[in-house]
């Protein structure tokens, strides 16, 4: 008896939810005045990026306070804006969950972020299934992300490949580097990052002697770092955040010898503000991405800098994660004024068209979007020193303006890449 | 130079982190037959508070002590305040101490922050020793490859030599008949509860040290001590030794022979144990 009602009352329970779905969905992309704009901020909280959150928070903090608004919210011409947030471990599978639950249960008209690089791409197919959503990426870099064919995403840093742009030259020509040992985390992120690098390394004649492609959350290097060959002039170091900071103390105690040279979050503010002892592997490396030197004077560079610090739990400085996190949400924001908050229907057509014809001059240079919905921007060079004070910080080499994406994508390789 | 002795070694002391982790959580598991989902917590809030404690003091040794005496009072809270009542019922035990757990990681994330941090200790140890056959080594991975033997060896001796350690024995073998013995195995309880989570706290400041303390490594150091308990057997001490020797060692050359499948090979050697001997390298049939 009880099952036959279960089986009758199955269908009716789910043609209910179908139809409040429906309405629900058609009262959302029917009505053609924006009222309210709801924004869902995928951020890291766990694992060997945890620091994420705290530095999106931040560079929310900083871009909503210029509109008179806070972490949670605000208001662009009477619109009145809610952000929510939502933590992940910077896997795929938690970045699945949580930007389902982002759309699907809090309803958000656009979603902002991830972190990470896997969790970028899997953010970007789930894009692909719902185009009446916007997505602006937080600071995922694989290549591949917008050569997907969302185009309802939209991403406003450089892809990890184009943060390598010069470091392979100068590695090889200035440094003088001929032979490096690659070491880097297994997953999308450092594959373009790592490819980047070197495939310009090896065009210019250097050699790999060998791959190490360890897993996330590695935390004991100290046989990674025992097979790095004698014959090595420099090693690669693909790592990041908790992970970079293991492998630089423990070279320490190992007593490495050679130079380093960083991917793109290896030797960032995270990494060097923390109270480990690295400073005697860690001078010297050098390193390319979208993060200037302390020193660059840039007047919004400065501005945004001072505005950083003072929100809570901000670094020293900051991480390339605030950075990026700040292009992008004030990118939104800048895009949203546009339009007055009137989002358009149908599928948010008028923000879309904003954001793809936005140009202004970030912290860290000019950003405009390429058609494939990705930015055009400043990369820059830099090398780790030591302050008066002890402290380690960075210094700029080179800047190049304009650096415009590449189609070729990287896998994890052995040797050079393809 | 061969390069396999060195990662033997880098096993061995990796293993020694585990094995002092997952020591508390076999007594806990094989004296009470309760899983205890908050053993991470326990090692990340020891690290946690041993790290303030030693970087405040400058002593390593303090760190260490207060990073014991705090997971050995977090556990003895949770035992008495939360779980006593539910002590037979070990669905309830696992949801009390996850929901522990769950709570525990938000509240130290909020505390101590996303980034990683290490106990420090003092710049004498931070030397390499010559091992012949191998080169220099870190001498603090000996170190802490010294203390997690002096301190298998100890609580070994303390089970199997004292009247204390009969008592736990009896008490893994048949509770209720121990407890029909006239001897308290509430309080006998309790004192495990404590002393294993004391334990992890202790193996967070260990690990602390070698390696950088962040969130989500209660999550990782939890299900490695499940995975040496069920490698080694419940209960059983020598059993954790040998559980963490192997998880530590097949990890390591997993890291170098195949670093892609590293993780892989670790849950591998647990299936591999289960399907030949289920209940574990030294556990004996329930």
Not at chain 1, 54 to 78: H, L, P, Q, R
Not at chain 2, 76 to 100: E, N, P, S, Y
Not at chain 2, 186 to 213: C, D, E, K
Request: glycine fraction near 12%.
């Amino acid at each position: 008896m009880k099952s036959l009602l279960k089986k009758r009352l199955l269908p009716v329970v789910a043609i209910a939810a179908t139809a409040g779905l429906v309405l629900s969905g058609c009262s959302a992309a029917g009505g053609g005045e924006t009222k309210e704009i709801k924004i869902g901020v995928l951020a890291t909280d766990k694992g060997n990026l945890a620091f994420g959150m705290d530095e999106a928070k931040a560079a929310i903090g900083v871009s909503m306070a210029a509109i008179g608004g806070t972490i949670d919210g605000g208001e662009i011409d009477g619109v009145p804006i809610t952000i929510v947030y939502e933590g992940t471990d910077g896997t795929s599978a938690s970045a699945q969950t949580a930007v389902k639950k982002l759309v699907e249960n809090d309803g958000v008209d656009i979603v902002f972020g991830p972190v990470s690089g896997d969790e970028g791409e899997t953010v970007v197919q789930y894009a692909l299934t719902t185009p009446e959503v916007t997505y602006v990426n937080g600071s995922a870099s694989p290549v591949g992300m917008t050569l997907a064919g969302a185009d309802n995403f939209f991403r406003f840093h450089g892809d990890s490949a184009m943060w390598m742009g010069g470091l392979g030259d100068y590695a090889y020509n200035e440094k003088g580097y001929k032979k490096v040992y690659a070491i880097a985390e297994d997953y999308s992120f450092p594959y373009d990052n790592a490819g980047g690098f070197f495939s310009e390394f090896c065009a210019a004649g250097g050699d790999v002697t060998g791959n190490a492609w360890v897993p996330v959350g590695t935390t004991d290097y100290s046989s990674i770092i025992a097979q790095i060959p004698a014959d090595t002039d420099a090693v690669y170091v693909g790592l990041g955040g908790a992970d970079a900071a293991s492998f630089l103390s423990q070279a320490v105690t190992a007593g490495v010898q050679k130079p380093l040279i960083g991917g793109t979050i290896a030797v960032d503010t995270t990494a060097l503000s923390g109270d480990a002892n690295i400073a005697e592997v860690a001078v010297g490396t050098i390193a390319g991405g979208p993060v200037p030197g302390p020193d660059y004077d840039s007047p919004e560079w400065q501005t945004f800098v001072a505005e950083y610090v003072k929100q809570p739990k901000a670094f020293p400085s900051p991480s390339i994660f605030s950075i990026l996190y700040y292009n992008s949400f004030n990118s939104l924001l800048l895009a949203l004024q546009e339009v007055k908050g009137q989002l358009g229907s149908p599928d948010q057509k008028d923000l879309r068209a904003a954001l793809t014809a936005l140009e202004w001059t970030s912290p860290t240079g000019p950003i405009s979007l390429d058609g494939n919905r990705q930015a055009i921007v400043d990369n820059f060079l830099i090398e780790v020193v030591q302050g008066a004070d002890g402290t380690l910080t960075t210094k700029q080499i080179s800047q190049t303006s304009g650096v415009a994406q590449g189609t070729k994508t990287y896998d994890r390789f052995e040797g050079c890449p393809e | 130079m061969d390069i396999w002795p060195l990662i033997l070694l880098n096993g061995l002391t990796l293993g020694a982190v585990y094995f002092v982790a997952s020591s508390g959580l076999t007594l806990i598991f094989g004296l009470m037959r309760v899983i205890t989902l908050a053993h991470g917590t326990s090692f990340l809030f020891g690290g946690y508070l041993g790290y303030v404690a030693a970087s405040a003091t400058d002593n390593w040794i303090i760190g260490l002590v207060t990073g014991l005496v705090a997971a050995g009072l977090l556990g003895l809270f949770t035992h008495q305040v939360l779980i006593r009542r539910f002590q037979d019922d070990d669905m309830r035990v696992a949801l009390i101490t996850l929901g522990v757990a769950v709570i525990g990681t938000d509240l130290m994330l909020a505390v101590f922050g996303g980034t990683a941090t290490q106990v420090p200790f003092p710049q004498d140890l931070q030397v390499a020793v010559q091992i012949p056959g191998i080169g220099d080594y870190p001498l603090i991975r000996l170190i802490i490859l010294a203390i997690a033997v002096v301190l298998g060896i100890a609580i070994y001796l303390v089970i199997a030599r004292t009247r204390f350690g009969s008592i736990v024995r009896a008490g893994v073998d048949d509770a209720p008949m121990t407890s029909a013995t006239g001897v308290n195995v509430r309080v006998v309880f309790a004192v495990i509860f404590a002393v294993g989570s004391a334990l992890a706290g202790l193996a967070g400041v260990i690990s602390g040290t070698l390696f950088p303390l962040l969130p989500g490594q209660d999550g990782s150091y939890l299900l490695f001590s499940l995975v040496v308990v069920i490698v080694g057997g419940m209960g059983s001490i020598p059993g954790a030794a040998i559980g963490s020797a192997l998880v530590g060692v097949v990890s390591q050359f997993a890291l170098v022979v195949a670093p892609t499948y590293a993780f892989v090979l670790t849950f591998a050697l647990m299936v591999i144990v289960l399907a030949v001997r289920p209940q574990g390298i030294m556990g004996r049939p329930a």
